[in-house]
């Protein structure tokens, strides 16, 4: 097994701490609000980062995995007062079932032709949703019941619980990409993503790789799903199937750089501080201009940057993230 | 002697184009066969055939025994065979030294395994000093050697090279056939698809000659190039080698 060197796990450390204190730190409800968020789209990010990022399956439909997660968890909660908590992994659960058959589409296709079916499959379950009004309230959607401080039903008073649980989940999505990196698995999924052929030709079984990273994938992303609803109190179509999360996955993912361990939170602190700040300063009074200036920015570090900003950090300090097989410039493999 | 490969009937079209017709021949265990021809004869037609990337419409492939007309690529890797591209496909963000173990975690899903398996041939093909190299920085020549490494690595029984040697110069050709001599040294059943008759002459066994898809000669090296069908299609009647073969047409 790949041991971290100890200045990794001494920057891990740092991070940690600093993530850990920010709530008590910072106990400003609109700055945690904004925390929380950052922490789901990179939670997300990391979970479209195993197939879009390394295996490089650019998918735009993870909404589908979100709004099946949300779904599951709220319908189980309402119509049968299941605890989100389990049916967040029910969510999950779901989500991997439904990952089977679109996989199956989806993977005969690629490049652009894979990422225009997962659109069309996050739509179409939209369109479902908004259809079955007796199953899961159609358009308009419902509020979940407000119970107070509940924690078994994932309910609480403070933002900061809300704030915790997402860094949970994003230190379990990071835990598991770190692992899958590092085993045959990471291999396999670079390997896939660089030339299918290629690595048919050593004996990867590209198909079977792909299903199994989508199964991860799809599972994750439920997890955000069901948090995200709990967390807003409010579901419909629109919120749970939001093209928008298909798209902020993939964004923050290839901002900060795909197929990198640490590329989606890099991406996502950014991006979302970029935003914030826009919009204080800008404010919403210019109508339009801070998602323009939001834009150009984007552009900017497409155009300068093409493999991600993480590599602007890593080339001054290359040790905290560690080289898989995706990273070659800095050396080994071994250790 | 036991046979590697069988190839029976094997015909492929594209459209109206007749790439493979009827083409038949067998290796044997430890051999080292050579297919040649003019461009567009089929030779790369039948290793994709072979190695499961297209599939044939008639005739069978068998390989030790087992029929592989069907079977996926990574099957038929996975049952020893195991191919290079005529152009050399490395996964070019990894180093050398992952681009090999990718190939050795079919035999072994350990990573300490697979990267004391890659280092073996890595050091094989003599690459060892540029191991960690991104593959994409790697020299014509060394992604040739990298394609074999990544290929041995999957601990074949048999591999087939397609034009291996294309693009090298003299110094590196004599290198390239070297490591094959010692692949074959070592048991290894090889097929070399190649232009380089003076490579072909010094590695091969037996040769089988293809032209518009078809077959029209097959032998042992000296008969081959004395061929009349073969001077006329591929060689060209300037082509001498040894026997006054005849010439013209």
Redesign the interface.
């Known amino acids: 097994?790949?041991r971290l060197s100890s200045p990794g796990v001494l920057w891990l450390g740092i991070l940690a701490a600093i993530a850990l204190v920010l709530p008590v730190a910072v106990p400003n409800a609109f700055a945690i609000d904004i925390f929380i968020r950052v922490l789901l789209f990179a939670f997300i990010g990391v979970a479209w980062n195993l197939m879009g990022g390394y295996a490089k399956q650019l998918s735009l439909g993870h909404a589908a995995y979100f709004g099946l997660g949300a779904y599951t968890s709220t319908i189980l909660l309402i119509r049968f007062g299941v605890s989100p908590w389990i049916g967040i992994l029910a969510g999950g659960v779901v989500a991997m079932l439904a990952s089977l058959p679109i996989g199956a589409l989806c993977f005969r296709l690629r490049g652009p032709y894979f990422a225009i079916a997962t659109i069309a499959t996050a739509q179409v379950l939209m369109l479902l949703f908004l259809k079955f009004r007796d199953f899961a309230w159609g358009a308009e959607g419902t509020t979940l019941p407000n119970l107070g401080d509940a924690p078994l039903m994932m309910q609480f008073e403070s933002k900061a619980a809300y704030y915790y649980i997402a860094l949970a989940m994003l230190a379990v999505g990071l835990a598991v990409t770190y692992r899958i990196e590092?085993?045959?698995m990471g291999?396999?999924l670079?390997?896939v993503g660089?030339?299918e052929?290629?690595?048919?030709?050593?004996?990867?079984?590209?198909l079977r790789i792909k299903r199994h990273i989508y199964l991860i994938s799809a599972f994750l992303t439920a997890l955000a799903g069901t948090f995200y609803i709990q967390y807003i109190y409010f579901i419909d179509p629109n919120t749970a199937f939001s093209f928008n999360v298909s798209v902020e996955a993939a964004l923050v993912s290839i901002v900060g750089g795909i197929g990198t361990l640490w590329g989606p939170v890099v991406g996502t602190v950014l991006l979302e501080a970029t935003s914030a700040l826009l919009q204080s300063w800008l404010g919403s009074g210019h109508g339009g201009v801070q998602l323009t200036v939001y834009s150009l920015i984007l552009i900017a570090v497409i155009l300068w940057r093409p493999t991600g900003l993480i590599g602007v950090i890593t080339d001054g300090y290359g040790r905290l993230v560690h080289p898989g097989?995706?990273?070659?410039?800095e050396?080994?493999?071994?250790g | 002697m036991a046979e590697a490969l069988v190839i029976r009937n094997l015909s492929k079209r594209f459209g109206g184009l007749r790439a493979v017709q009827d083409v038949s021949f067998s290796v044997n265990e430890a051999e080292t066969l050579a297919l040649i021809g003019p461009n567009g004869a089929g030779k790369t037609t039948s290793f994709n055939l072979i190695?499961?990337?297209h599939r044939p419409d008639a005739g069978s492939v068998s390989a030790f025994g087992r029929e592989l007309v069907g079977l996926?690529?990574?099957d038929i890797?996975?049952h020893g065979l195991?191919?290079?591209?005529q152009v050399a496909?490395?996964?070019?963000?990894?180093?050398v030294?992952?681009n090999v173990?990718?190939?050795a975690?079919?035999r072994n899903?350990k990573?300490e395994v697979?990267?004391a398996r890659a280092r073996e041939a890595i050091n094989f093909v003599g690459l060892s000093a540029k191991e960690?190299?991104?593959?994409?920085d790697l020299t014509t020549i060394d992604q040739r050697r990298l394609e074999m490494a990544?290929?041995l690595?999957?601990e074949p029984r048999l591999l087939l090279l397609d034009e291996v040697m294309a693009g090298l110069n003299p110094a590196e050709i004599d290198q390239a056939v070297a490591l094959i001599g010692k692949l074959s040294q070592r048991g290894l059943t090889i097929v070399i698809v190649e232009h380089v008759m003076r490579a072909i002459m010094a590695v091969a066994r037996h040769i089988v000659v293809l032209d518009h898809g078809q077959k029209i000669a097959e032998g042992d090296p000296q008969q081959v190039v004395a061929n009349a069908d073969v001077i006329r299609a591929y060689l060209g009647t300037g082509y001498v080698h040894g026997a006054p073969g005849g010439g013209g047409c």
Request: overall charge positive; glycine content about 6%.
């Open positions: 097994m790949h590092r085993s045959w291999y396999y670079v390997a660089e030339d052929d290629a690595a048919e030709a050593i004996g990867v079984d590209t097989p995706a990273r070659a410039q050396a080994p493999l071994d | 190695t499961g990337y996926r690529p990574h890797c996975a195991a191919r290079t591209f496909r490395p996964f070019g963000k990894m180093t030294l992952a173990m990718t190939g975690f079919l899903k990573p697979a990267r960690h190299s991104p593959a994409r990544r290929a690595a999957t």
